[in-house]
């Protein structure tokens, strides 16, 4: 059983900062690409920012310049450090990572519980 939580989301003022983390657990071959998607209320989830294993990142174009992305692949974790916070920064984050759990099976993808971030003016 692969499991994928967060935290570190919460209320913060416009211009504030805050950094999530997403630790995978369970049992776990190897990890893939990992990173962050968030949904407003209304709105489609989307993609905020990915990395692969190498260390290759890509943000949103609404984002660049204020999150950044890591992750530490010997703790099996993810990182998003947001800085500069907006208004419309304000949803529901989740975690993705492509992971393999056994060398039997496909690379699946999962996802975490999700964490609120709200950003107040």
């Known amino acids: 059983q692969v499991q994928l939580v967060e935290t570190g989301g919460g209320l913060v003022q416009a211009g504030g900062s805050l950094r999530l983390s997403c630790a995978a657990s369970?049992?776990?071959?190897?990890?893939?690409?990992m990173g962050w998607y968030r949904q407003a209320p209304g709105k489609q989830r989307e993609l905020v920012a990915g990395?692969?294993?190498?260390?290759?990142?890509n943000y949103a174009d609404s984002v660049k310049g204020r999150f950044t992305i890591s992750r530490d692949n010997a703790k099996n974790t993810v990182y998003l450090q947001m800085n500069s916070l907006k208004p419309e920064d304000t949803a529901v984050y989740y975690c993705?990572?492509?992971?393999?759990?056994?060398?039997?099976?496909?690379?699946?993808?999962?996802w975490g519980q999700g964490t609120q971030v709200t950003v107040s003016s």
């Open positions: 369970g049992s776990i071959v190897s990890i893939n690409g």
């Open positions: 993705n990572a492509d992971i393999r759990s056994s060398w039997i099976r496909p690379t699946l993808e999962y």
């Open positions: 990395v692969t294993t190498g260390g290759i990142t």
